[in-house]
T-cell receptor, first 111, second 115 residues
Framework: DAKTTQPNSMESNEEEPVHLPCNHSTISGTDYIHWYRQLPSQGPEYVIHGLTSNVNNRMASLAIAEDRKSSTLILHRATLRDAAVYYCILRDVLNDYKLSFGAGTTVTVRA | AAGVIQSPRHLIKEKRETATLKCYPIPRHDTVYWYQQGPGQDPQFLISFYEKMQSDKGSIPDRFSAQQFSDYHSELNMSSLELGDSALYFC??????????????FGQGTRLTVV
């Protein structure tokens, strides 16, 4: 399985942007980059995914490096409800019947 | 909108007993995944099913088995329970991996406590 590397933790102030980096130097051409988050005492929740181009949705933006060996999840204005563990996951959407969670980034938002 | 439903939400069993966890996927989803999450740990993939056939297998103990039924619901059967099996068990569902919208939706989990 292709692996990802994320920082253990990040802190942010409320209303400020949060940039969560993810390194995936062994990514293959058919791997999509997925982000999930897990709020305390809840199941993981889908955030965003992309292949090559930057992606935006109502929750976040995903910036993908040109060589695809790294990506950054951007929360534009952090709220207290964004405090969670964020997971960057590579998934081959043609062959991958699992979603493997590695060590994510714990985001703390200060009021 | 309908979500993934897991039952029961909480379960207490004694060592060496058997437990059955159930998962009802979102309608029209053909893929189901099972995860185990111990205290302070990240979710660990156990097993998945696509169109009622086992599609991938992770770190699932031999004491555990699972299946997906004709109505696409899935059951995780756990026998000879051990104290270390105490964890949150999540089920997720999605469309098959050959579709572009492959986001997985997770249930609220079943908290299993083995005493």
């Amino acid at each position: 399985d292709a692996k990802t590397t994320q920082p253990n933790s990040m802190e942010s102030n409320e209303e400020e942007p949060v940039h969560l980096p993810c390194n995936h130097s062994t990514i293959s051409g058919t791997d999509y980059i997925h982000w999930y988050r897990q709020l305390p005492s809840q199941g993981p929740e889908y955030v965003i995914h992309g292949l090559t181009s930057n992606v935006n949705n109502r929750m976040a933006s995903l910036a993908i490096a040109e060589d695809r060996k790294s990506s950054t999840l951007i929360l534009h204005r952090a709220t207290l409800r964004d405090a969670a563990v964020y997971y960057c996951i590579l998934r081959d959407v043609l062959n991958d019947y699992k979603l493997s969670f590695g060590a994510g980034t714990t985001v703390t938002v200060r009021a | 909108a309908a979500g993934v439903i897991q039952s029961p939400r909480h379960l207490i069993k004694e060592k060496r007993e058997t437990a059955t966890l159930k998962c009802y996927p979102i309608p029209r989803h053909d893929t189901v995944y099972w995860y185990q999450q111990g205290p302070g740990q990240d979710p660990q993939f156990l097993i998945s099913f696509y169109e009622k056939m086992q599609s991938d297998k992770g770190s699932i103990p031999d004491r555990f088995s699972a299946q997906q039924f004709s109505d696409y619901h899935s059951e995780l059967n756990m026998s000879s329970l051990e104290l270390g099996d105490s964890a949150l068990y999540f089920c997720a569902s999605s469309l098959g991996p050959d579709r572009m919208n492959t986001e997985a939706f997770f249930g609220q989990g079943t908290r299993l406590t083995v005493v």
